[in-house]
């Protein structure tokens, strides 16, 4: 009667938002506790994008080209977020962090897709 399905028992839900929301939280909350909610919480919003980038391209994740160009791509993103200033009006953080979320996603997305597609070449090459 309460037989469940064997293909049901395999996939399991992800949470994945969840669990970067979870993560993020706790630095969200630091820099609403010294007063920087804005900065905060456009950082929480490119951060987040940034992990679902890198979580859509994770089946790329033993190769080593993978992870430096992700430490690359984080090492250009602190520089460029102190060197931003952060309006301070009656304008939610959402309007301006939103936009640098979206752009940072496509970066980082295209970034990953070309370099796949560059190392991949390089290596079916090398293996012949």
Same mark, same amino acid.
């Given at each position: +009667?309460? #037989?469940?399905?064997?293909?049901? #028992? =395999?996939?399991?839900?992800?949470? =994945?938002?969840?669990?970067?929301?979870?993560? !993020? +939280?706790? +630095?969200? @909350?630091?820099? %609403?506790?010294?007063? &920087?909610?804005?900065?905060?919480? =456009?950082?929480?919003?490119?951060?987040?994008?940034? %992990?679902?980038?890198? &979580?859509?391209?994770?089946?790329?994740?033993?190769?080593?080209? /993978?992870? $430096?160009? %992700?430490?690359? %791509?984080? $090492?250009?993103?602190? *520089?460029? /977020?102190? +060197?931003?200033?952060? *309006?301070?009006?009656?304008?939610?953080? @959402?309007?301006?962090?939103? *936009?640098?979320?979206?752009?940072? /996603? @496509?970066?980082?997305?295209?970034? !990953?897709?070309? $370099?796949?597609? /560059?190392?991949? &070449?390089?290596?079916?090459?090398? $293996?012949?």
């Amino acid at each position: +009667m309460f #037989e469940r399905d064997p293909r049901e #028992e =395999t996939a399991f839900t992800q949470y =994945t938002g969840l669990k970067i929301g979870a993560v !993020l +939280m706790p +630095m969200l @909350l630091l820099f %609403i506790y010294f007063g &920087k909610a804005d900065m905060g919480l =456009t950082l929480f919003i490119v951060l987040g994008v940034s %992990i679902v980038a890198i &979580k859509i391209r994770w089946n790329l994740r033993k190769h080593i080209w /993978f992870w $430096a160009i %992700i430490a690359a %791509i984080f $090492a250009l993103h602190v *520089p460029l /977020f102190f +060197m931003i200033r952060w *309006p301070h009006g009656n304008v939610p953080g @959402l309007f301006y962090g939103l *936009p640098f979320g979206v752009v940072d /996603f @496509l970066i980082i997305s295209e970034g !990953l897709r070309l $370099a796949e597609k /560059f190392f991949s &070449k390089h290596s079916s090459s090398s $293996a012949e």
